[in-house]
T-cell receptor
Framework: DAKTTQPPSMDCAEGRAANLPCNHS???????VYWYRQIHSQGPQYIIH???NNETNEMASLIITEDRKSSTLILPHATLRDTAVYYC????????????FGPGTRLSVLP | AAGVIQSPRHLIKEKRETATLKCYPI?????VYWYQQGPGQDPQFLIS???????DKGSIPDRFSAQQFSDYHSELNMSSLELGDSALYFC??????????FGPGTRLTVL
């Protein structure tokens, strides 16, 4: 799996958009970009994933650059409950591979 | 929607004892993954099963074993417990071609 690089920590004001970057410059053509988050010792929670196109769901938006070497997870209106560690993971779905976590970005949403 | 169920949620054992953790995947999911998360660390992959056969193996100690049963639930058996085995243990399930969904975890404390 391609290696990912994320900033160790970020702050965001409540109600503002949180933009979490991820670099995956060695991503291959059949690897997906997944985002999960972990809120204080709870099980990792699936947020969103994509291959090439930008994706949006009820939780977030995922913007993938045209060359696929980086992506940004956007939480449009961050709340205090969005404080968590966010993991960007690159994985080839065709082989059902396990996830390699870490180290992720610790997002703190401030009141 | 049904989620991954793990039991027990908390377990306290003495050194050199054995422990069995159980995982009940989301209905119709055919793949189960086990992860270990030590204090202050990111989740680390241990082992996975697809259709009741071991599909991949990570950094699982020889003292640990696991299996997936005919009803797709899985059990992680841990023997000769050590203090360093104290951790959160997460199970995740997946339907082939789909996304991994994590359970709430079992917190194991070895005294």
């Amino acid at each position: 799996d391609a290696k990912t690089t994320q900033p160790p920590s970020m702050d965001c004001a409540e109600g503002r958009a949180a933009n979490l970057p991820c670099n995956h410059s060695t991503i291959s053509g059949n690897e997906y970009v997944y985002w999960y988050r972990q809120i204080h010792s709870q099980g990792p929670q699936y947020i969103i994933h994509g291959l090439k196109n930008n994706e949006t769901n009820e939780m977030a938006s995922l913007i993938i650059t045209e060359d696929r070497k980086s992506s940004t997870l956007i939480l449009p209106h961050a709340t205090l409950r969005d404080t968590a560690v966010y993991y960007c993971i690159v994985r080839n779905d065709n082989y059902g591979q396990n996830f390699v976590f870490g180290p992720g970005t610790r997002l703190s949403v401030l009141p | 929607a049904a989620g991954v169920i793990q039991s027990p949620r908390h377990l306290i054992k003495e050194k050199r004892e054995t422990a069995t953790l159980k995982c009940y995947p989301i209905p119709r999911h055919d793949t189960v993954y086990w992860y270990q998360q030590g204090p202050g660390q990111d989740p680390q992959f241990l082992i996975s099963f697809y259709e009741k056969m071991q599909s991949d193996k990570g950094s699982i100690p020889d003292r640990f074993s696991a299996q997936q049963f005919s009803d797709y639930h899985s059990e992680l058996n841990m023997s000769s417990l050590e203090l360093g085995d104290s951790a959160l243990y997460f199970c995740a399930s997946r339907l082939a071609g789909g996304t991994q969904y994590f359970g709430p975890g079992t917190r194991l404390t070895v005294l």
